[in-house]
């Protein structure tokens, strides 16, 4: 089965600066999909960037960007210029690519909570 | 495109109580997904629906646990003679088979707790 481990629970970055939230994964799959998830307090979860495994690019949405290693199964996110507003739990997901395999729901790891200082 | 809804926001009840929430995804969706998460934790997955079909269920999902799709629209998650251990948030999202590769769509969660 695949896990996902996030091994920062809390991180804090203060405002404008940049700051990088790590993800480890483990599969025995070559294609799959990796997300990164944002879930603001008391708000619903929404997607911050997605990647694909066969997709050598790193994925990159405006202030938001990945740093995929898919050797060392790595995919951690980095966020520019962090605002207030960036405040939440992250989460890192993967889902497997083979749509008819059996169970194919997105596993996430358990978090990182972080903290923007004005 | 009004997003997953789920009703209720937030429920409290009594031990050995029968709750049962919904859940409203996005009508081109045919994938709906049940999810618990506790305080501090990552969601974690109890059961999804193709259409209709119930085709995975979680060890997580006891037996007093059901879940429900009828004509593949509106989903419902039952929890029978609840207990203080099923406090937590229930999250439901869907997604389409045509975009795999898009993830889910979250609805904003039933938070239950049990008195």
């Known amino acids: 089965a695949q896990t996902v481990t996030q091994s920062q629970p809390e991180m804090s970055v203060q405002e404008a600066e940049t700051v990088t939230l790590s993800c480890t994964y483990d599969?025995?799959?070559?294609?799959?999909?990796l997300f990164w998830y944002k879930q603001p307090p008391s708000r619903q979860m929404i997607l911050v960037i997605r990647q694909e495994a066969y997709k050598q690019q790193n994925a990159t949405e405006n202030r938001f960007s990945v740093n995929f290693q898919k050797a060392a199964k790595s995919f951690s996110l980095k966020i520019s210029d962090s605002q207030l507003g960036d405040a939440a739990m992250y989460f890192c997901?993967?889902?497997?690519?083979?749509?008819?395999?059996?169970?194919?729901?997105?596993?996430f790891g358990k978090g990182t909570r972080l903290s923007v200082i004005a | 495109d009004t997003g997953v809804s789920q009703d209720p926001r937030h429920k409290i009840t009594k031990r050995g109580q029968n709750v049962t929430f919904r859940c409203d995804p996005i009508s081109e969706h045919n994938r709906l997904y049940w999810y618990r998460q506790t305080l501090g934790q990552g969601p974690e997955f109890l059961t999804y629906f193709q259409n209709e079909a119930q085709l995975e269920k979680s060890r997580l999902l006891s037996d007093r646990f059901s879940a429900e799709r009828p004509k593949g629209s509106f989903s419902t998650l039952e929890i029978q003679r609840t207990e203080q251990g099923d406090s937590a948030m229930y999250l439901c999202a869907s997604s389409s088979d045509r975009r795999l590769g898009y993830g889910y769509t979250f609805g904003s969660g039933t938070r239950l707790t049990v008195v």
């Open positions: 599969t025995s799959e070559s294609d799959y999909y």
């Open positions: 997901a993967y889902r497997s690519a083979a749509l008819y395999s059996g169970n194919t729901p997105l596993v």
